[in-house]
């Protein structure tokens, strides 16, 4: 199983996933652009002296990356990933979703499931406290990339610029969704699990997977009017899946 060993090496992956996304066209490439461009931000960060512990961070790091390339790639050899990310894979398939919506699929899985087991093994025990305010770090660096994935939605949907303008429903709903369970629940999620031994930690997992697997749920069935909605914008975004991505990458 392909793994990274330092943040150079996670980049490096992750490109590798979205140039084989934008080949097979599939709109897995929409959370790989994303999340490269927040782990590239993070190596910044590191280089720029903004964690408390620049090795310890780089070790969250990869530690985290490596929970998302592990299962990226157990899917694309048809082994079974975790829950929450086999529904995020599988619906990538799904041609009535729109990106905002894969983008918050992978997000559900990778922060809400891996960024407090991540933490918790980097930093076991009471050790965990330690971790607090770099963990924090992190999530200002995923919210500053908010308003880069809402110009990308915009330039693939041009609607979305006059929405915009009127409400900021679909802002608030990106910002809410991650940041806010980032910071609370990824969190408290991770105090939880520092203590346990192996046995009550395997059990913790299983629950916590059942629940982010409640929370894809919602994602791809918001219910009548939403999904309506969703269908719309689906219908008239812009390009190819493989354009979208390029998009991407250049807007975040």
Known sequence: MIQAKTI???????????????????????FAVLYCKVTQKVKEGIVNGDFENGPRMERLDVVFANRYIKAYYEYKSKQKPSQCWEIAFE??????????????????????YDLGIAAAEVCSGN???????????????????????????????????????????????????????ARDGAWKFATEIAPLNPNEL???LRNRDVKITETAKLVTNPGFVASTLFKIIRLSELGSVDKKIATLEKVI
Not at 10 to 19: D, F, G, K, R
Not at 91 to 112: C, E, R, T, V
Not at 129 to 143: A, P
């Open 202 to 204: 395997a059990i913790a």
């Open 127 to 181: 050790e965990i406290h330690s971790l607090k305010n770099d963990f924090n770090t992190i999530n200002t660096i995923l919210s500053s990339l908010v308003g880069n994935v809402e110009k990308a939605l915009s330039d693939i949907w041009p609607t979305l610029k006059w929405i915009l303008k009127k409400t900021n429903k679909v802002d608030t709903f990106l910002v809410d969704f991650s940041m806010q369970m």
């Open 91 to 112: 619906k990538s398939n799904d041609f009535w979703l729109i990106m905002m919506q894969h983008l918050l699929l992978g997000m559900n899985a990778h922060i809400n």
């Open 8 to 30: 150079d090496e996670v980049i490096q992956i992750l490109n590798n996933i979205i140039a084989e996304t934008k080949k097979e066209g599939s709109t897995l490439g929409y």
